[in-house]
């Protein structure tokens, strides 16, 4: 017979096949303060509707490239906290982005060449430069 309280919650390995993840990968953010599930009688993890909602989460932010522990502190309630995370954030990616900007510039310069070598093409020799900070002996 399954009380209530079973039917509104689920065990690690439901949980963590509902989003293809390791039982482990749950363990884990339970021992680094990310997850809390409630425990039945026998001491078996259990997991609720809002435990999903925060695997979402978790998942959420590490696509888009955050580390466990400034999840942690975006889930923690701590509203500065967050704001500072979230602000150090969104400099390293403006940094990335304008870092891969920059690489796209770069690989679209080098794909319309017609030069042989590429080091003989003034215009990316230019693009080079504007990565490394010189032009390296080249002609302009």
Partial sequence: M??????????IGALAGRFGLAAHVLRHWESVGLLTPARDAAGRRR??????????????????????EAIRTLTSGDHRARRDVLRREAEALRA????ARASLSLVECALGCTHEELSDCPHFRRQVAGLTGSLHGGAT
Avoid: P
């Avoid at 399954?2 to 065990?11: A, F, L, Q, V, W």
């Fill in 47 to 68: 997991y609720g509707a809002a435990d999903v909602v925060r695997v979402g989460v978790i998942l959420r932010g590490k696509e888009a490239g955050l580390s466990l």
């Fill in 2 to 11: 399954r009380s209530t309280e079973r039917d509104e919650t689920m065990g």
């Fill in 96 to 99: 990335r982005i304008a870092a």
